[in-house]
Each structure stands twice: as structure tokens, then as C-alpha cells.
């Protein structure tokens, strides 16, 4: 099984960017994931397709975050926001494996911030 993210249950999604943030002690960490055109708010079903939080699901199981929010520019929608929070050595470590397995599913890269 390869990692993927579902923000309606059943329908895979892709994200635009993922931007991830640890603080000095690495004991809480926090990842915003933006999804610009997301499957679930297109095609036939868009009008009834739940979005109850963004679940990352992969061979180890399941994480999921209620903390998800749409954003509108000028009364349009213009993508999904979700934010994960992690907490503890254990969740980081866990989130970076699911992270690894669905950059290499999305043909994703990391990036590292200067400074």
C-alpha cells in the first residue's frame, strides 16, 4: 500500500505544498498542508462529498487532524488548508515515515528552509 492523503474518505488527494514547522526542543512539531485543487470539491459528486479532516493513511495505519479549513478569495474557493500537529519524538518520527512513503508515491521533494 502506498501513503496517501484523503480528505473525503474514499478520494486520494494530492498536495500543492506541505510546510512543516518543529520547534527548538523538537517537542511539538507542525505540518500545513495546502491542497489547491482538491479531488473531493470536483466532478459529479463535489455537491456531497463530507470533508470531516485530512487523514494520512499508509501500511502503519492512520493518522487523521480535524483542523481543516477552506479558503475563499473573493467568494471562490481557492483550496483546503489542513493543519497537523505533532507532539513528541514517537508522532514525528511516525509522521516522517508516512511523509517519506507519500513524497516518493507523489514524486515530491524536500526543501529546507535557510537560516
Known sequence: ???????????DE?????KITRSKDGDTSVAVFFF???NCMTGEKASTN????MYMIDEEGEMVTRNVNAKFI????????AIHK?????EWERFLRFMNRYAE???MSLNKAEG
Open 50 to 53: 463530507e470533508i470531516l479532516g
Open 86 to 90: 505533532i507532539n513528541g519524538q514517537s
Open 74 to 81: 473573493n467568494g471562490k474557493s481557492a483550496g483546503i488548508e
Open 1 to 11: 500500500m502506498s501513503a496517501k492523503i484523503q480528505l473525503s474518505l474514499g478520494i
Open 14 to 18: 494530492e498536495a500543492s505544498d506541505v
Open 105 to 107: 508515491a507523489n514524486g
Open 36 to 38: 489547491e485543487t482538491p
